[in-house]
């Protein structure tokens, strides 16, 4: 009964928008709800069929799943539509705001059309495949890989589906275009601006389906943010019969123009009214503009309206966690708002157009945007392929035509960041470097021909030489860099000489620092962080060398992290596999440390933030006091910090540099509470955090109060687990009376860089990786001076030699495989033997972790004696887990 009255109430309400339509006004609206889904390569029968809403994605869990790979290949949507006769007599569009990334649509069993390219918008006239009454619409969704369809390689996921909004628009038959470029068909531009006035130029696309040539008045009215009309403009026009996307322009003048900026991000709405002779209203239609003017030099940097304005910003992906690509408009939103919250005024929307959610953001919000087409890594030598470049590059640009926020053109990002012909000594490098031109050529002449007024740019990475070998330094007005000295390669150091060397070379060229980040696992931290140990430390050393250095140097114009948030790549493995974790925010948009401190730089209202404020459950050693001494950050922009520990009992002081102050705090076990607070511009403001401290004594026995010991070997680093809200510490050595290790190394991936702090594997089964990918090998014991009591103990192991990560072009060089070893050992405990020529291999095979829980009795203050007894090859453990039960 629920269903059949829900189908009624669906159609009610598409009888009375498409009695609207008629009205003298389109009518456009969202069709996202009850599709039925299947993949596969036919739609033919009815098994097999799930109900489904747009946006819709089919991979958003296996993305993440231990099977190498993810689902590629051809999925199909149905609908019925409903239409009454009215309806069916006038022209009708269904427009998509993306699909991934071939898609054909089907109304009747007739093929309607079909779209390439799985990022931009595309529209298609049904007018004459629907009928009255009840029409099924089709839709095949191909996410294959497509030799011909960029990207072809890239370090994040490509998602099939039909992924955003699907509408359908009713019109007139005389109606501003929609099937030009499936763009607004109006396209706004500003050529001249001064204090006084403002020249507004319009051109228009015009389409007449009528069976005979017609004049019209195109009516256009400006009116100003606040909403007062400004401006207005009523010209005759002559369409042909039966012409789609006819040029028609026109002229206005805004006298005292409100500007467009950062701070103030003023909107001109333009309305346009298509009328016949007779009065009659055929179509109208608004679009949003602004008012500005901007430049980019090496001397000035950014200037918008006349002011310079540092652009400080980030990347944005558009996945979510456990929604893949599919997300609803206001997630879109949350994002801008985000990366506005941060201080942040520039957003590189890369690599590819995205939601028009985002640019609408962008717009209201005053952020830079740079947009780009997803052309990345690599090209394909066909015509095919340079011809859906420049396709791809025009709907981008006529898509986003209108956006005052949209200051640069972007694209081919590191194209030759893996050259084919390294690999394939049948491709001809001289051939490869001249297509590789002639693509970017055709390109840019596409851009400076539909859009003068804006710049372009190609982003490249550190290896200069091979740009400048295609002469793709020398196209684009302005030259973006993808940085990450101290994380891929070399030291934090030459960061700044890589952009010294770049101006150098390039001295009239302004730069923008497009890509820069290290990869921070949230659930990780050190107090002796390193390169490829994924701590939060780590990026925090990587980004409070990276931005100083960004904003003493004018020639740098703009600069963008990599990323705004993590977001997925299913090829990684590493601490968080299947996700590139740079973002400042995690995968479902919890800010890290990282955002705290570009908070702390880029804010001009008085800030403070206390850092790890998302590390809730943490643990350490204590003293005879009951007390453990441990670093906190607080992120502030005043001059200092003033710290109160738990409850007024301790109050201290400490100095900001560089956006941070560090306070060496005395913890007690359980909870404690840490409020910062500061004064700037005659403003207190302040930050109170919680967390459970699980201290464990230095020597059990003797101070007593022993409740757990959660310790990873071969580590450095601190883990929280946040589904058991459970602490892990780094390892250390035994000592009398204590509690550690005895023997044995701490084992170390070899890559040719050096070596790694942990295994980049994928650890199978578990989401809690960083714990297994850390071990001690040829451990001869684990001891432990506990009271008398009965225990349990778990052992975490796991086999990871004979085992590879694999190869992505963005790792830190190539991990040298470790080959694989047969090992068993023995385990007694107090003397006992508990486990008996133990073969974790065998057990469980590589890759999958194996936890042991074996209940322990001490008595007679003998404590825990563990030892590890080698049959063949060497022991190892990977983490150890000791809780005392009374």
């Known amino acids: 009964m629920k269903r059949s009255l829900g189908v009624l109430f669906s159609l009610i309400f598409l009888l009375l928008l498409s009695q609207l339509s008629y009205a003298g006004v389109r009518t456009v609206y969202s069709i996202n709800d009850s599709w039925q889904f299947r993949f596969g390569e036919t739609c033919e029968g009815n098994e097999g069929w799930n109900v489904v809403s747009v946006p819709h994605t089919w991979n958003d869990q296996d993305c993440l799943d231990d099977a190498p790979g993810y689902t590629r290949g051809k999925g199909w949507y149905r609908k019925k539509l409903y239409v009454d006769k009215e309806m069916a007599s006038q022209p009708l569009y269904i427009y998509f705001e993306g699909a991934n990334q071939r898609t054909e649509v089907f109304i009747n069993g007739s093929k309607v059309g079909e779209h390439v390219g799985g990022y931009t918008f595309f529209c298609f006239d049904i007018t004459s495949f629907v009928k009255e ?203 801008i708002r985000l990366l506005q919250r941060m201080g942040g005024n520039f957003l590189r929307v890369a690599h590819y157009p995205q939601d028009p959610m985002v640019l609408s953001a962008c717009d209201r919000m005053g952020i830079i945007t740079s947009v780009e087409i997803p052309v990345i890594d690599l090209v394909t030598m066909t015509k095919e392929f340079s011809h859906c470049c420049v396709e791809m590059m025009k709907e981008m640009l006529y898509q986003c035509f209108n956006s005052p926020s949209v200051c640069i053109w972007t694209y081919m990002n590191e194209v030759m960041l893996r050259p084919p012909y390294e690999r394939d000594k049948n491709i001809n490098k001289e051939e490869y470097h001249n297509f590789i031109y002639g693509i970017a050529s055709e390109i840019e002449n596409t851009v400076r021909r539909i859009d003068p007024y804006r710049y372009t740019m190609i982003p490249i990475h550190n290896n200069l030489a091979a740009y400048e070998m295609t002469h793709l330094t020398c196209l684009p007005k302005i030259l973006g860099i993808n940085l990450y000295n101290g994380w891929y390669s070399g030291t934090f150091d030459g960061f700044e000489k890589m952009l010294d060397l770049l101006h150098h070379k390039y001295p009239q060229t302004p730069i923008i620092v497009s890509e820069y980040g290290a990869d921070v696992d949230a659930r990780i931290h050190s107090f002796t962080p390193e390169r490829f140990d994924y701590s939060v430390d780590y990026g925090l050393m990587f980004h409070r060398h990276y931005l100083p250095e960004i904003m003493k140097r004018n020639f740098v114009v703009a600069s963008a992290v990599w990323n705004l948030n993590d977001f997925h790549s299913e090829g990684r493995q590493d601490a968080v596999p299947h996700i590139n974790c740079k973002g400042l925010l995690t995968l479902n948009r919890t800010p890290k440390d990282v955002y705290r401190y570009y908070q702390a730089k880029l804010l001009k209202e008085p800030y403070v933030a206390i850092g790890g404020c998302d590390w809730m459950n943490r643990t350490g050693v204590s003293n005879s006091d009951g007390i453990g001494k441990y670093p906190i950050q607080v992120f502030s922009n005043a001059d200092k910090v003033t710290l109160k520990v738990n409850q007024d009992s301790i109050e201290m002081v400490a100095e900001v540099k560089n956006g941070m102050a560090i306070f060496d705090v005395p913890f007690i076990n359980g909870i404690n509470t840490l409020e910062a607070k500061i004064v700037k511009d005659g403003k207190t403001v302040s930050d109170l955090y919680r967390l459970n401290m699980n201290l464990v004594p230095d020597k059990p026995r003797m101070y007593g109060n022993f409740r757990e010991l959660n310790m990873m070997l071969g580590s450095n680093r601190f883990f929280e687990d946040r589904d058991a809200d459970l602490a892990w510490m780094p390892e250390r050595a035994y000592a009398e009376d204590g509690w550690g290790y005895i023997g044995g190394k701490a084992f170390r991936n070899v890559s040719n860089q050096g070596s790694l702090p942990a295994s980049s594997l994928d650890i199978w089964g578990t989401d809690q990786d960083p714990i297994f990918q850390t071990q001690r090998r040829g451990l001869q014991s684990f001891r432990a001076d506990v009271p008398d009591g009965d225990y349990i103990i778990y052992f975490y192991w796991v086999e990871l030699t004979g085992e590879t990560a694999g190869s992505l072009a963005y790792n830190l060089g190539e991990i040298k495989n470790e080959s694989a070893s047969e090992r068993m050992f023995h385990v007694d405990i107090n003397g006992k033997r508990v486990l008996h020529n133990l073969d974790i291999k065998a057990e469980v095979g590589s890759r999958r972790p194996m936890i042991c829980k074996i209940p322990v009795s001490v008595m007679n203050n003998s404590g825990l004696n563990i030892d590890f007894i080698p049959v063949k090859g060497e022991t190892m453990l990977s983490a150890i887990r000791i809780l005392k039960l009374d």
Not at 167 to 182: D, E, G, R
Not at 195 to 217: G, I, P, Q
Not at 286 to 312: A, M, Q, Y
């Open 133 to 335: 009454g009840i029409n099924l619409l089709v839709v095949s969704v191909d996410n294959s890989h497509d030799i011909n369809v960029p990207p072809l390689s890239a370090d994040f996921t490509f998602f099939g589906g039909l992924y955003r909004d699907v509408s359908l628009i009713s019109t007139s038959p005389v109606h501003v275009s929609l099937s030009h470029y499936a763009s607004s068909g109006v396209y706004i531009t500003t050529p001249k601006v001064t204090d006084k006035e403002a020249a507004v130029h319009v051109d228009y696309m015009l389409t007449n389906m009528l069976s005979e040539k017609v004049t019209m008045y195109v009516e256009s009215t400006v009116l100003s943010p606040s909403g007062k009309c400004v401006a207005t403009s009523k010209k005759k026009v002559s369409l042909l019969a039966n012409r789609v996307n006819q040029s028609f322009s026109d002229d206005l003048i805004i006298k005292e123009p409100e500007l467009w900026d950062t701070e103030t991000p003023a909107q001109y709405r333009l309305q346009t009214r298509i009328v016949d002779s007779k009065g009659e209203v055929l179509d109208v239609l608004v679009n949003h503009f602004g008012i500005r003017t901007f430049s980019f030099s090496v001397d000035e940097g950014f200037v918008l309206n006349g002011k310079k304005v540092k652009l400080i910003g980030t990347n944005r992906h558009q996945c979510y966690e456990e929604k893949g690509n599919a997300l609803r408009d206001e997630m879109h939103v949350r994002d």
